[in-house]
């Protein structure tokens, strides 16, 4: 069910939704499904039980927690929660990584930071320890988007079949339609 949120006291943890039936939900900080924290004004979907609202995700993210165009930097690469397409996967993770990392090659190969017997060098290896955190959230939000555990990740252990397995799964395929256990479908909800 759509509905919109009334308020939130973070001190205890609980809020009301007013529902799109016109009726009052409360709800549970533990039910609300984002990164974003829950303020007035906020239109979600969530799942009604009784006069309680569980499962809460929210459509419309705070002006505060995002740019423009609704676009939140800072949870892109950085939570785990909710689901990414594959077009901010290739675009904002894959692309960017993997040009910055040829410009950082290149730059300690000028410097004479480079080893070429184990293929790295001091600022290239600096970024690819930096860059394990956002590719494992975006990873998991991709998984999240095809409607797997972000623990699916792992089977990247698997060699070389493991490897190609994800790439195609979080690069190549699209995610389930409408929502799914980890929230609404990002493009339908424009994040």
Request: glycine share 14%.
């Amino acid at each position: 069910m759509k509905g919109k949120v009334i308020g939130f006291d973070s001190r205890t943890g609980t809020g009301a939704i007013e529902g799109e039936d016109g009726l009052r939900y409360e709800f549970s900080g533990t039910e609300w499904r984002s990164v974003i924290r829950p303020e007035a004004g906020v239109q979600v979907d969530f799942h009604p039980e009784g006069q309680m609202a569980q499962a809460i995700f929210p459509v419309q993210a705070p002006a505060a927690a995002r740019d423009g165009d609704g676009f939140s930097w800072w949870a892109f690469y950085f939570s785990f929660r909710g689901r990414t397409t594959r077009k901010p996967y290739w675009l904002y993770l894959i692309l960017p990584v993997f040009v910055i990392s040829i410009l950082l090659t290149l730059l300690d190969v000028g410097l004479g930071t480079y080893n070429a017997e184990t293929g790295g060098g001091l600022f290239s290896g600096l970024f690819s320890l930096a860059a394990i955190w956002p590719s494992l959230a975006i990873g998991a939000r991709r998984c999240h988007d095809r409607g797997r555990s972000g623990w699916f990740q792992l089977i990247m252990l698997i060699p070389l079949i493991g490897w190609i397995w994800l790439l195609v799964e979080i690069g190549f395929l699209r995610g389930t339609e409408g929502p799914n256990r980890f929230g609404p479908d990002p493009l339908h909800t424009g994040y």
